[in-house]
């Protein structure tokens, strides 16, 4: 019973920690997006992010 109760302990804790994580990997990119909306230059990063990703998938994976 007692490893059963770690088990559900650690599940609990995993899942609230990648809930965190999930969290602020989505107010960061929405932070970047008002951001770079109020400067004016989120058109331009769409611009070079869609640039990057054409020229990679010609090149292959260069990685």
Do not use: D
């Not at 490893?3 to 990648?18: C, E, F, K, R, S």
């Not at 989505?26 to 109020?38: F, G, H, I, K, P």
């Amino acid at each position: 019973m007692s490893q059963l109760v770690h088990i559900v302990a650690w599940a609990v804790v995993m899942t609230g920690t990648l809930v965190l994580l999930s969290i602020c990997v989505w107010l960061s990119v929405v932070a970047l997006r008002v951001v770079l909306t109020w400067a004016g230059w989120w058109p331009a990063f769409l611009a070079f992010y869609a640039q990057r990703r054409r020229a990679g998938r010609r090149a292959g994976v260069r990685r």
